[in-house]
């Protein structure tokens, strides 16, 4: 004994106006339809759910149990299909971001408002991390996408390309530096270098061709935060390295940025989420947009 959605609908528009043609019209059906509806569902139930009349239509005792218990199943499912719906029209949903502090406080706050401009209805959550605490976040499921750079080993999530920008020297106006037209690797030796702790650093010293090695280039200071470096380099204790992108920041800092050669050493940046696990359609249309954010060119 199981009614149909539709069979239940028919009854439940019947009850609610009380008459078969009201209740056709607004099913968008005929009323012979409806009546078969009707049919259908007291065969199903082995009993009348209604009581016809050539003047009026009334409920049944076991129409009157049903009538309230069919309403409010037909509520719920609507409810839920209209939310549903929100959901994949983005017009409704959250987006939970972790990203390392520096792009949280460069790139994600402009990209997440462009974003929000075009889909005003969703909620994004930016989290600002270390840059190991990306990962983690996302593995716990704390954050739905995760944007960070490439780790060794490859963490055990989806990773797909972001960008890949050339690292630049930071330093102090007036510094010596400034009077040079070009900044190498060996440069940065000559100066006291402010590091980041863990992979940042490990990396971009192994990454340094064997020229550079004869100068070999050692931190006089690892910090945790980038920020933190912008301010000692600032502060006139050093010089730093970092993406194009911080340049705004380095500019608050009153500092200059110049690309590095000799040679030329890049950084990869993905976009991490949960493999095996589906996106919701806020996430998906945010990694889209994100990817086709960072693509634009910049004045």
Not at 58 to 87: C, K, W
Not at 88 to 116: D, F, H, N, W
Not at 230 to 250: D, F, K
Not at 279 to 290: D, K, N
Request: charged share 20%.
């Amino acid at each position: 004994m199981n009614p149909t959605l539709r069979q239940m609908r028919a009854f439940v528009a019947v009850a609610k106006t009380g008459h078969f043609t009201l209740a056709a019209e607004q099913l968008h059906i005929t009323q012979s339809a409806l009546s078969g509806l009707i049919k259908e569902l007291e065969q199903t139930l082995g009993a009348r759910v209604l009581d016809r009349s050539t003047r009026r239509i009334g409920l049944t005792d076991i129409g009157r149990e049903l009538y309230p218990l069919f309403s409010q199943m037909i509520d719920d499912l609507d409810g839920a299909l209209a939310n549903v719906a929100d959901h994949t029209r983005l017009k409704k949903g959250v987006v939970r971001i972790a990203a390392p502090q520096l792009l949280s406080c460069t790139v994600m706050p402009e990209a997440i408002a462009a974003y929000r401009a075009r889909h005003p209805d969703i909620e994004v959550r930016l989290a600002d991390t270390a840059v190991e605490g990306v990962i983690a976040r996302v593995l716990s499921g704390e954050a739905d996408v995760g944007v960070g750079p490439e780790r060794e080993p490859a963490p055990p999530l989806h990773a797909q390309p972001l960008f890949e920008l050339p690292f630049a020297l930071v330093f102090p106006k007036g510094h010596a530096l400034e009077r040079q037209a070009r900044v190498t690797w060996q440069d940065l030796g000559r100066h006291p270098f402010i590091s980041l702790q863990g992979q940042f650093t490990e990396r971009l010293l192994d990454d340094m061709h064997a020229s550079l090695r004869e100068t070999p280039v050692k931190p006089a200071n690892e910090v945790t935060f980038m920020t933190t470096a912008l301010a000692m380099v600032a502060a006139g204790l050093g010089v730093t390295v970092c993406l194009p992108y911080a340049e705004p920041l380095a500019r608050l800092y009153g500092l200059v940025m110049r690309p590095l050669g000799e040679p030329e050493l890049t950084r990869r940046f993905f976009i991490y989420t949960r493999p095996g696990r589906s996106l919701s359609p806020a996430a998906e249309s945010f990694i889209a947009f994100l990817a086709e954010y960072v693509a634009r060119p910049r004045a």
